[in-house]
């Protein structure tokens, strides 16, 4: 949980006119491979700005995390012939299968039907490859296999997968957008080894939603990486608050199928926050009497330690 952050930038902008990241490199995905290369799948962003110019899925490889960086440019691209990924390429999350490279991305576009989804301007798909360095080829026949929904806590956006495999079953940590509420959410679709990559069944509404209360969660909890470590899986994500932007983990306490909403175990903490307005670091307590309220102990930026007791309306301050 306490991490050291490098002050020097891992990959920058190459500033060179014309190349898909001249002005920045954002939603970085990193796997060692097997012949011990570091591989960095990022999003070049071509324009200054906040993601300004059409965004593209690059990639660049070092044999040292400490360079030097070599470019490789443009993996995946934009293709107006397909709709769902007629404008921007997003972040990347790659799995090997029997030899075979998967990269689940999502894409800015429009609906191919304008039926159901005509709300929306992003979706998840896939892309295949014998090699990390690709060819890589999107199966657009079978895309978007996570897709919005108008009217719902997912109508604009779903994307941000991140894949991972349990046993026989596949799973896909994703995050969704309202755009009416304005409000962002964590969710979960599964599939089976014999379906994958295809058949996602999806968990039908968020597993982690913003916390009203919660000092940098309180607007947007989105855009999920999970990883396990001693058994336990966490689930690192984005936590957005009146104006910052921090990453945020919740753990589970065994296996996938534990819940991560708020108000039953795990341990919520803020991982980075902000130099200058602090964060606030949670710890729930389940109590032995299952009737009782759960109690969250925390310490607010200022250093202030408060508890919270669960209450009709959200958790409130008991003291």
């Given amino acids: 949980m306490n991490w050291s952050v490098n002050q020097n930038a891992l990959l920058s902008g190459s500033n060179i006119d014309g190349s898909p990241d001249k002005s920045g490199c954002t939603g970085p995905y990193m796997l060692k491979g097997d012949d011990g290369i570091y591989y960095l799948f990022y999003i070049g ?31 995946i691209d934009k293709n107006p012939a397909h709709p769902w990924r007629s404008d921007d390429v997003y972040h990347a999350s790659i799995v090997n299968r029997n030899g075979t490279y998967y990269l ?22 896939y892309a295949t490859s014998k090699s990390l360095l690709g060819p890589w080829v999107v199966d657009d026949a079978n895309a978007p296999i996570i897709n919005t929904e108008n009217n ?23 995050f969704a957008y309202d755009g009416n509420a304005d409000a962002a959410y964590d969710s979960i679709a599964v599939t089976t080894d014999e379906e994958f990559p295809l058949g996602w069944r999806e968990y039908g509404q968020p597993v982690l939603s913003p916390i ?22 966490y689930h690192f994500t984005t936590g957005v608050g009146d104006s910052n932007r921090v990453i945020v983990a919740y753990a589970s306490g ?33 109590p032995e009497v299952s009737s009782r309220p759960v109690m969250r102990v925390g310490q607010l930026a200022g250093g202030e330690w408060v508890v919270y007791r ?3 309306n959200g958790m409130v301050k008991s003291k």
């Fill in 45 to 75: 962003l071509p324009a200054p700005g906040y993601e300004n110019g059409i965004k593209r899925l690059c990639l660049a490889t070092s044999p040292s995390l400490n360079g030097p960086w070599e470019r490789h440019g443009v993996m």
């Fill in 104 to 125: 689940f991305f999502n894409s800015k576009g429009v609906s191919a039907t304008g039926g159901n989804d005509s709300q929306g301007n992003e979706r998840i798909g």
């Fill in 152 to 174: 719902t806590w997912k109508s604009l956006k779903v994307g941000d997968p991140s894949v991972y495999r349990d046993g026989n079953l596949w799973f896909m940590n994703y």
């Fill in 212 to 233: 009203t209360t919660a000092l940098n969660e309180k607007k947007y909890l989105h855009k999920p990486f999970i990883i396990y470590v001693g058994g336990r899986k």
């Fill in 254 to 286: 065994a296996g996938v199928d534990d819940r991560f909403a708020p108000g039953i175990s795990g341990v919520i903490r803020n991982v980075i926050t902000p130099s200058l307005d602090g964060g606030e670091a949670v710890e729930e307590f389940l």
């Fill in 310 to 312: 669960a209450a009709a």
